[in-house]
């Protein structure tokens, strides 16, 4: 069974950072895509990095140059440091897998089977 347990939100003012931790279990190894996903109160949901087994990433515009996906594989972890929040940061926070391919192939919600419990971040000015 494919688990995911996200951590590391909080509460922080405009300019501040956070990292996120996603850990795993159950993954099948090189054969697997971990995202970031979060979702404002009353919108969607919204993609914003992604990380394959390789180490190749992808990153959503909204926040390119601010956020940065990594992983450490001997923890099982994925991480998303995030640099110079604002205030239209504040969401829930949520990691996921794709575990259908070797790469990361979708942004679409529906495509990732396992998801986390989802973290939440708050950013005030």
């Not at 159950?26 to 087994?53: M, N």
Request: aromatic share 10%; glycine share 10%.
């Amino acid at each position: 069974e494919v688990q995911l347990v996200d951590s590391g939100g909080g509460s922080v003012l405009t300019g501040g950072s956070l990292r996120l931790s996603c850990t795993t279990s159950g993954l099948p190894y090189g054969h697997s895509c971990v995202a970031w996903f979060r979702q404002p109160e009353g919108k969607e949901r919204e993609p914003l990095a992604q990380i394959d087994d390789d180490g190749d990433t992808r990153y959503a515009d909204s926040v390119r140059g601010r956020f940065t996906i990594s992983r450490e594989n001997a923890v099982n972890s994925r991480y998303l440091q995030m640099n110079n929040l604002k205030p239209e940061d504040t969401a829930m926070y949520y990691c996921a897998a794709d575990f259908r391919f070797s790469r990361c192939v979708s942004w679409r919600p529906d495509d990732f089977e396992a998801w986390g419990q989802g973290t939440q971040v708050t950013v005030s000015s």
